[in-house]
């Protein structure tokens, strides 16, 4: 497009500045540090060690959470009004306790870290206390036994007797050997141990083998008893035969490769697994891993079949205490939440006192609560206030190719919109070679041109929209994927990622390169930024591994006025690019050029009218897998008395052969 023209970023606002020109004089505003404990002993810490630290004489919260380093992504939360002022009440009922005793409340969309809050006792150093929360990280432990071998799917319905190895049961309970790893994960054991045995068995520390005392002392096991009981003695066994088939101790093992995989390491853990201590930032890694399908930063932690399993409906609860919406999996629970009709799946682990990881895939949210409330209801907010605040987000759920989109004919339609066109220019538009990723630049005007890069990148399935570092705009892709241009400079992708930026060189560096395309051979295709409106295109070919000083292309493309944007085919066959001539539809238009058998270019063809219009277009670009052609398309809101602004358009790239067939 005209330089002119450009596409730009949408303003990057800190909301904490926002709210605090907004509520001058409330007591929520985020401090300049969040609350922390200047000391404290992580083999000390218990419930009542929290109760008894004294309460926050302010609430603390942030709409922006800073980057502390510790593998979370931060962001904003959207300055959408509505979403912001709901959740932002509830912070205010939750710090005047209207909905009990708790102690933080941390929200997660979209991947990244978006609202964090604390109140009484909680410090965003303290590692909080589970309860039986616990129980969903010792779950996770299974899974990770079975990602590395340890344990097969299969042996979840094995005796346990089979897999709690070197360790001898003497005279257990009849019906013993029908005990599975799945009954004892779904809280279906069918042990049954009188209160005044358990009593006895917990007093003396539950022994040096927990699972002979309680096997010892149950009455017998039958099918009639195998239903749903909560209970402590499930996890314990359970974390029992973990101890038996993984090296070293199931402490260890949880330390090694489940929390540290994650980059959770100050915790605190009992050995008899009565309860662990957590932070919030940290318990939101754990639901991440859940809602990544078992995946930290692409390495698959947990495995994802019985993560799959371990997240489903099992078995029906059958306790007074426990909703009856609510189902049970592998010591993770489900139910539904409806917003305006529509369900919402959720995974959450839940731990006494109103400890809850909540994970809502459908709407990539997880949110992480703790607390020290004795009559645990703050499910409901999350169900009446959360979940409604971001299921009427502007950001859907997208799955398959292309953004989820359907696409086009040979009649070009807009692409994404309210995703990828918004009320800000969407330009620079592409997909990477692999078709995981789509990078597009944004541009607002508001009395000064800002920009910012934008990334949606597909991760199972899905996409998920980021931010990324603004460097330049209108980055592209060689084909195989191994450089990634930004005008006259560019990087290259190396075993951690990508290079520094370089330079293409000195012959380069006078051109001020606003849009540049590289073929399969290396060759270079660029423009120029003029103020004039007579830019040229220009190429440079890789010689013998050198790369040759750039050139001017023939009067068959440089002729006219705004010559931009080139698209070069990977294999040379043809170039693309927007101009002005006196035989176009009216503004800048899109011109073709095919190779003709002599390795000369052909004459322009204009790509016609279901292209261009009496608008601008311009940009034209082809998908990596050569289905479709996106190009941008100046446009006139249909609301309100915005002046035209450039929009992503693509169209089934047959359109092209169609005119190959006619030069």
Do not use: C
């Not at 209207?98 to 409340?105: E, I, R």
């Not at 939440?337 to 994970?359: D, E, H, L, R």
């Not at 570092?469 to 980055?475: F, G, I, K, L, T």
């Not at 084909?479 to 992708?493: A, W």
Request: glycine share 8%; aromatic share 10%.
């Amino acid at each position: 497009m005209k330089t002119t023209k450009l596409l730009i970023l949408t303003i990057v606002i800190s909301l904490n500045t926002v709210f605090a020109q907004e509520n001058t004089d409330s007591p929520h505003l985020a401090n300049d540090k969040a609350p922390e404990l200047a000391t404290f002993d992580i083999n000390k810490l218990s419930y009542s060690f929290e109760q008894s630290l004294p309460d926050l004489s302010n609430a603390f919260l942030d709409l922006s959470p800073a980057d502390r380093a510790d593998g979370i992504t931060v962001g904003n939360l959207t300055f959408n009004g509505n979403k912001r002022a709901s959740i932002m009440q509830l912070s205010r009922e939750i710090e005047e306790g209207k909905h009990g005793k708790y102690d933080g409340m941390l929200i997660s969309h979209q991947g990244k870290l978006v609202f964090e809050s604390y109140y009484r006792k909680g410090r965003i150093n303290l590692p909080h206390f589970q309860a039986s929360v616990t129980k969903a990280y010792i779950s996770l432990a299974i899974g990770r036994a079975i990602q590395l071998g340890y344990l097969t799917m299969k042996d979840l319905n094995k005796p346990i007797t089979h897999l709690l190895k070197d360790i001898k049961l003497k005279k257990p309970a009849k019906g013993a050997e029908n005990i599975t790893l799945h009954h004892l994960l779904s809280m279906r054991s069918g042990i049954r141990v009188s209160a005044d045995d358990l009593e006895s068995i917990i007093a003396n520390g539950y022994g040096s083998n927990p699972t002979q005392e309680f096997l010892k002392h149950s009455a017998a096991i039958s099918f009639e008893t195998q239903t749903f009981k909560y209970q402590g003695i499930d996890p314990r066994i359970t974390w029992q035969v973990l101890d038996s088939v993984v090296p070293g101790s199931a402490e260890d093992f949880m330390k090694n490769e489940v929390l540290a995989k994650i980059g959770v390491n100050v915790y605190g853990w009992k050995k008899d697994v009565e309860g662990s201590n957590m932070t919030s930032r940290d318990m939101l890694k754990l639901g991440a891993l859940v809602m990544n399908k078992g995946k930290w930063n692409d390495e698959q932690i947990i495995s994802a079949e019985y993560l799959a399993r371990a997240t489903s409906n099992v078995t029906k609860p059958t306790e007074d205490w426990i909703p009856d919406n609510f189902s049970y999996g592998y010591f993770w629970y489900q139910t539904e939440m409806s917003v305006k009709g529509k369900s919402y799946k959720t995974k959450f682990a839940w731990g006494g006192g109103g400890q809850y990881i909540v994970t809502v895939e459908e709407l990539d949210l997880i949110v992480v609560i703790t607390g020290h409330d004795g009559e645990d209801k703050i499910m409901a907010q999350i169900s009446e206030t959360i979940i409604p605040a971001f299921a009427n987000d502007e950001f859907p759920l997208l799955k398959g190719p292309y953004l989820g989109q359907k696409p086009p004919g040979l009649t070009p339609k807009a692409f994404a919109p309210g995703i990828v066109n918004t009320e800000d220019w969407g330009d620079a538009g592409g997909f990477s070679p692999d078709m995981n990723e789509f990078y597009v630049t944004r541009w607002r005007h508001n009395g000064k041109r800002e920009r910012k890069s934008v990334t949606f990148k597909k991760i199972d399935n899905r996409w998920h929209e980021i931010a990324v570092p603004d460097e330049a705009p209108n980055p592209y892709f060689s084909p195989d994927g191994k450089t990634l241009y930004f005008g006259k400079r560019y990087k290259e992708r190396t075993k951690d990622g990508w290079s520094e930026m370089k330079s293409l060189g000195p012959s380069f560096e006078e051109i001020p390169i606003m849009g540049l395309t590289a073929s399969r051979k290396g060759t270079l295709v660029f423009d120029e930024f003029t103020r004039d409106g007579n830019g040229i295109l220009r190429y440079s070919r890789l010689v013998d591994g050198n790369r040759e000083a750039p050139k001017v292309l023939g009067k068959e493309i440089n002729t006219g006025k705004w010559n931009a944007h080139p698209f070069i085919a990977p294999d040379e066959s043809y170039i693309m690019w927007d101009g002005e001539r006196e035989s176009g539809y009216g503004d800048s238009d899109i011109y073709i050029s095919f190779r003709q058998k002599d390795g000369s270019w052909g004459k322009a063809i204009n790509l016609g009218d279901k292209i261009n219009t009496e608008a601008e277009e311009g940009g034209p670009k082809v998908t990596p897998d050569g289905k479709y052609l996106f190009f941008n398309r100046m446009v006139t809101p249909t609301i309100g008395d915005a002046s035209p602004q450039s929009d992503l358009f693509w169209v089934d790239a047959q359109i092209i052969e169609n005119l190959r067939s006619k030069q």
